[in-house]
Structures are given as structure tokens and as C-alpha cells.
């Protein structure tokens, strides 16, 4: 800013010249406030608003699938064109608005031009159907195609999955597997496209590419799947496992309730939240700490010698199963540990063989009254975790073993529903924040995160994300990166210790918890 600003001095505001730092900055701050931006332009010489919409320009696009963004794929290495395809709807509001440019109210239920699928209808819009494209071997991620839908029906989807499918091989992308969450019209819409997931003895997670004639396979997505199995055992309280033990929540509550009496945590982040899911049930982070190794550590613990935890076994294999599945398919970096590592052809017989395992407990798991969980009203995450399980196995296998451009390592991140929930953030965030955009809004803002810009999802969103990519359109500059800071700090001179009394007492909870932080500090 301060190089752009020394170069700038002395020009008239048509001599202007902006660095690509400058431009980024700018797009970004206009989207987020366009006053902001009218403010900061008071104080430094930044480009015109009009300057940025003349640079929007590039990214035209319309209701149906982005032919702009396909063709610019087409330039994409090989070993990147192996994709994941994730679809999403987005909440938008019901509101026609009248368009200058076209002579037509816009807000209407909108499969695209030509009717693709159907002819326009006069039902308004409530959601924006969007389909992304997810890179394997690369980091790009990129919006392929979004519709205005009221409902959609499973056949209209499984119709554009196939259009989509078509489209993106035209352009030389292969999309390898189809990632969505576990609602009824979704599980529909796979059987209809060639998949079988009505029953876990004969299922089948995969179908045909129309153009490829290979198979894609379907994945449900992990952290939804993680939400429905805590909501699952929260609501019907007790499970049993294949031996009849009893998996309940009343052993997490108890350890909530404990802890708090306490005033200090075993070594997990339960708290009240926790427990009281209903309002935050959206939020990934609160099922995953609550069914985490660090609560199942806890229940262990307190049954040496705690009258109320005596009988956790059952409780706990659950949680580390499900924990343990959900680290593995939900893999971020090439450097994770333990479970969290990477899917890397020398380890297939390790993670290959405990997926199997969680897929083989979840089968056997039994309501309260009996019936098996995979034909209980409350099957869905039993169901999504094994259809994602033998997905991710097959297709992991197939990357890292073929011949031509393998794989190193899979990341199962890649297969997550979380890009396009970050996606949806970011479109929310535009203009500050708007949690029920029109269809004009929500065109204005995924045409603005098509091009160059350091938008981010929101702290606040469902899911953590801190990758801002998703710009196809994009201007040819180096993101500025900042020097490590190698300035050493001089240790501050320590505060006078504090003394104990000598008549205090703990209990055994507060010895042990006691023991183990001044185990860690030393």
C-alpha cells in the first residue's frame, strides 16, 4: 500500500497505476463493505468502483452451468483433472426483482436457458442449487454451475448430475466421485443415477459415468454424518452394540455435570454446549468434541474408581469408533499423525482394515427396542458412513496403485461438503453480513468470488475453513508473503509464586487432574 501510494503521488487519478496486491485488496474490501471502501478511498488512492466492475466483467455468468469457468479448466494440467463434484443447496429468499437488461423478472424457479430440464415455471425461488468442483491432485476449487429451485425433485437432479458429468469430460475433467448429504431427496436421487442404498446387505456406492464409462463413486458427507450420529444417540438415548451393551448419553451428561462440580476438565472440551446441542446442532465442532478420544479418555478413567461410570465400555468403543472414522476420512494435511495422516499407498492394509472395521460395528448397532440401526427411521449415518467408507477405499486404492499419474497420498478432506459450505459464507458475507440473499445478491456475489480476491468464510460459519481459493478468473500476481519474524522476545521476569494453604483438600478427580497438568508443565 505504501509503494502503491509513494508511486501514485503527483498523478492527476486517470494516471493512476495499482500494484496486483492493491487491486486484490481492493476487491476484497469492496465486497465486504462497498463504504468501507468509499471511506478508505478518502484516505488512500485506490481504484474507482467502476474500475472493479468493468473488472467483473471477465467473470459473465448466468444461471445454468458457467461454460466460461469449463473452458478455462481446460487448461489445467493432467493430474489435476481428476475431480470431486459437491453439490449444495443455499437458503435465498423468495423475491422477484425486475431485470433491466433482460426485460424479465428474475426470483423464479430457473434451470438455466433452453430449458435444460424444464420450462420456467412461475413458482418463486427459495434456494440456489450450486455445484463446485473439488481438484484431488491440486488445491483449485471452483464453481461449475448454480440454479435457482424451489424443492427440487430427485429426477431434476439426477438430470443435471448427468449434465454435469457430460460437460465437465468435454473439458477434459474427470469427476470421480459425488459428494452430498444424507437427506431423503439425495439418497433418491443416487438410486435413480444407478446406486443402491436402500439396504446394507446388497449396496452399492457407486454408478457410470454417461461419458467415461467409469465408475463415480457416492460419497455422504463425514461431518454431516458425524452431526447425525451424536444427534442419533442424543435422542434416543441408549444403543447397543453386537454384544448388547449399552452405548448412552447419560454418561456424557454425567461427565458435563462432573466436571463443573469440579471446576476443572478432564483433558476435554465438554461444557454445557455440549449437552444443550439443540441451538448449535449446524456446528461441526461441537458434535466432533463431543464424540472425541479425549471424552471416551475421560468415561475410561472415571470407571476406576467413580461409582457413576462403571459401566462405559460399550459407550466408549462408540466413541472411538466413530472418532476414529471421521479422523480418517476427514484428512486436511499431508503432514497430519496418527489418523489424521493422509491415505498413502504403504499404509492401504492399516486404514483400509480399521474403515472396515468401524463399517462392520456400525452395522450391528440396535435401537433401544431392538430393531437393527440400519432399518431404523434413524439409519442415515450408519448408512452414509459405510456408503463413504467402501467409496473412499475403492476409489483411494484405485489413485494410489494405477499406473499413470498415482497418487502420493489422498487427502479425504478433498470429498467434503465443506467447500461448498464455506462457499455459501462467503456469498452470506457480502455487503457485511446477509443470511437470506435474492437471487440478484447471490449472482452479484459468486460472480465476484469467481475473480481474484482474499474473501474468506466467516469464524462464525458451520465449518473452519481457512482457504480462501475458489477464483477462477484470476489476475496474474504473487501473493505477497510476510518475512518469518525472527526477533527474539526476552523472557519476562517472573511473577512471585503463589503460596497454597496448607488446610486445603481435593478429591481424587482434582488430585488426578492436578497430577496430570503439573506432569505436562514440567
Not at 61 to 79: A, E, M, N, R, W
Not at 412 to 430: G, N, P, V
Not at 450 to 465: H, P, R
Request: glycine residues 4%; charged residues 20%.
Amino acid at each position: 500500500m505504501f509503494t502503491s501510494e509513494a508511486s501514485n503521488a503527483g498523478r492527476t487519478p486517470k494516471g493512476y497505476r495499482y500494484t496486483a496486491a492493491v487491486k486484490e485488496f481492493a476487491l476484497t474490501l469492496h465486497y465486504y463493505s462497498p463504504q468501507a471502501y468509499e471511506y478508505c478511498r478518502s484516505i488512500l488512492k485506490l481504484p474507482d468502483p467502476s474500475s472493479i466492475r468493468n473488472w467483473l466483467l471477465n467473470a459473465n455468468i448466468d444461471t445454468s452451468f458457467l461454460q466460461s469457468v469449463l473452458l478455462k479448466l481446460q487448461h489445467k494440467p493432467d493430474i489435476e483433472k481428476d475431480c470431486a463434484l459437491i453439490i449444495d443447496s443455499m437458503s435465498i429468499r423468495k423475491q422477484t426483482l425486475y431485470n433491466s437488461h433482460t426485460g424479465k423478472y428474475d426470483g423464479f424457479v430457473d434451470y438455466g436457458p433452453g430449458g435444460m430440464v424444464g420450462e420456467h415455471t412461475d413458482v418463486p425461488a427459495s434456494e440456489a442449487l450450486v455445484f463446485i468442483l473439488v481438484a484431488l491432485h491440486s488445491n483449485w476449487k471452483v464453481s461449475i454451475a448454480f440454479f435457482y429451485v424451489d424443492k427440487v425433485q430427485s429426477s431434476i437432479q439426477a438430470q443435471l448430475i448427468r449434465t454435469a458429468l457430460d460437460l465437465t469430460a468435454d473439458n477434459g475433467i474427470r469427476i470421480r466421485s459425488l459428494t452430498f448429504d444424507g437427506v431423503a431427496a439425495n439418497e433418491s436421487m443416487a438410486n435413480s443415477l444407478g446406486c443402491r442404498m436402500d439396504s446394507v446387505d446388497n449396496m452399492k456406492c457407486y454408478f457410470m459415468h454417461p461419458s467415461l464409462h467409469c465408475p463415480v463413486f457416492v460419497i455422504l458427507d463425514i461431518c454431516h454424518m458425524l452431526k447425525l450420529a451424536r444427534n442419533t444417540l442424543a435422542d434416543l438415548k441408549v444403543l447397543h452394540n453386537h454384544d448388547g451393551g449399552a452405548i448412552k448419553w447419560e454418561y456424557i451428561e454425567k461427565l458435563v455435570k462432573l466436571q463443573q462440580k469440579e471446576s476443572l476438565h478432564l483433558a476435554n472440551k465438554l461444557s454445557n454446549v455440549h449437552i444443550q446441542w439443540q441451538k448449535l446442532k449446524m456446528k461441526v465442532k461441537v458434535a466432533a468434541q463431543a464424540l472425541s478420544s479425549s471424552v471416551a479418555d475421560a468415561l475410561l478413567f472415571l470407571s476406576n474408581f467413580h461409582p457413576d461410570f462403571q459401566d462405559v465400555n460399550a459407550t466408549v468403543e462408540f466413541i472411538r469408533n466413530v472418532d476414529m472414522a471421521f479422523d480418517i476420512l476427514n484428512t486436511r494435511s499431508a503432514f497430519g499423525k496418527g489418523w489424521k495422516s493422509p491415505l498413502r499407498a504403504s499404509t492401504i492394509s492399516v486404514w483400509e482394515s480399521q474403515l472396515t472395521t468401524v463399517a462392520e460395528y456400525l452395522s450391528h448397532l440396535r435401537a433401544a427396542d431392538g430393531q437393527p440401526l440400519p432399518y431404523h427411521r434413524r439409519r442415515t449415518f450408519v448408512l452414509g458412513f459405510r456408503v463413504s467408507i467402501q467409496s473412499i477405499i475403492t476409489l483411494s486404492k484405485e489413485l494410489l496403485t494405477r499406473t499413470d499419474n498415482s497418487f502420493q497420498y489422498v487427502l479425504t478432506f478433498k470429498f467434503s461438503q465443506d467447500h461448498i459450505e464455506c462457499l455459501f459464507s462467503k456469498i452470506r458475507s457480502m455487503g457485511g453480513f446477509n443470511n437470506n440473499p435474492n437471487v440478484a445478491q447471490f449472482k452479484s456475489a459468486l460472480r465476484k468470488l469467481l475473480v481474484k480476491q482474499q474473501v474468506s468464510s466467516s469464524a462464525a460459519s458451520n465449518c473452519a475453513d481457512s482457504d480462501i481459493s475458489g477464483a477462477i478468473f484470476e489476475l496474474k500476481w504473487s501473493k505477497r508473503t510476510s518475512p518469518m519474524d525472527d526477533q527474539r522476545f526476552e523472557c519476562l521476569e517472573s511473577e512471585p509464586a503463589l503460596t497454597m494453604a496448607a488446610d486445603v483438600t481435593f478429591s481424587v478427580v482434582q488430585n488426578n487432574i492436578i497430577y496430570y497438568i503439573g506432569g505436562y508443565v514440567v
